[in-house]
């Protein structure tokens, strides 16, 4: 799969719009006004955490989603198409990740990463990142002396605010949103298999073989990611399957999660206090 590399915002295509809009925040000045589509909960506890919200942040991009023929009896993975879902979801990411940049941000926290297939064309789709540009604020970002991954970009994660407050408190760190794609060509029955199937209770092995070869193939293209990073390991990942607009022999699987390093040696995770409500 690509690599995300960091470049200008305006070099990642993001609109003049945009600029002016993160321009009007003002990071880093006393009282400067910041957007965030946190909860207040969320926004107290990334606080808490020793981080303050700057903008949010936004990327998208519009993809035709196109064709690839499999053959009718065969399983096996379009990769043309799962290069192309990849590439299209990293293209708003790098575009989040430019804005985030422009306002001096050290992360972006509670990423949403978002497909939505338009009504002008049921083959056209727009891929969404949206998530809360942040700056430490008194957080110590460990032996390295930076919140920035290793590819020298903001750090990306879709925890929610308590979790990344309990990450932080637990010695841990995120690197970056990590996933993997794979759209696959699940094989047909031939009418002789269907006819002895009928009345009776078996497994169909190619179908078994098929979807177990097509999460792997998410699985460990999200786990080569993090990898990549140094990262001692994915924490959330969800594993979600996508019919989008294919027949119902093709679907996509894909893995998402955030890659994380440890911040010191020791990883405490203070116990609970027991809170008795004077309530009647």
């Known amino acids: 799969m690509t690599e995300r590399t960091q470049r200008q915002p305006a070099a990642d295509g993001v609109p003049e719009d945009a ?4 321009a009007q925040l003002t990071p880093g000045e006393k009282g400067s006004f910041f957007t965030s589509d ?3 909960n969320e926004f107290l506890l990334v606080r808490e955490a020793g981080f303050r919200p700057l903008g949010l942040v936004l990327g998208c991009s519009v993809h035709h989603v196109g064709l690839q023929l499999g053959r009718w009896s065969s399983n ?3 990769t043309k ?6 590439s299209a979801r990293e293209l708003a990411m ?3 990740e430019a804005e985030a940049s422009a306002l001096g941000a050290d992360g972006v926290v509670g990423v949403r990463l978002d497909i939505e297939f338009k ?3 049921s083959d056209i789709a727009e891929f969404i990142a949206v998530g809360t540009a942040v700056k430490a604020d008194g957080a110590d970002p460990g032996p390295g002396g930076t919140w920035l991954n290793n590819k020298g970009r903001p750090f990306t994660s879709d925890l929610s605010g308590q979790d990344f407050w309990t990450l932080i408190r637990a010695g841990y760190a995120p690197l970056d949103l990590v996933m993997g794609s794979c759209v696959y060509h699940v094989a047909h029955q031939r009418f002789g298999q269907v006819l002895s199937n009928t009345g009776r209770n078996v497994e169909i092995e190619p179908f078994t073989q098929a979807l177990y070869s097509a999460r792997e193939l998410a699985m460990s293209r999200m786990q080569a990611e993090g990898q990549a990073l140094g990262a001692e390991g994915i924490v959330a990942v969800r594993l979600t399957q996508h019919e989008h607009t294919w027949a119902s022999h093709t679907t996509e699987f894909f893995a998402i999660g955030t890659a994380v390093r440890p911040l010191r040696d020791d990883h405490v995770i203070e116990r609970p206090t027991m809170v008795l409500s004077l309530d009647d």
């Open 19 to 22: 600029m002016r809009r993160l």
């Open 38 to 40: 946190l909860t207040v």
């Open 76 to 78: 096996q993975e379009l």
């Open 81 to 86: 198409l799962s290069q192309a879902m990849y």
């Open 94 to 96: 790098s575009r989040m």
């Open 119 to 121: 009504e002008f064309g």
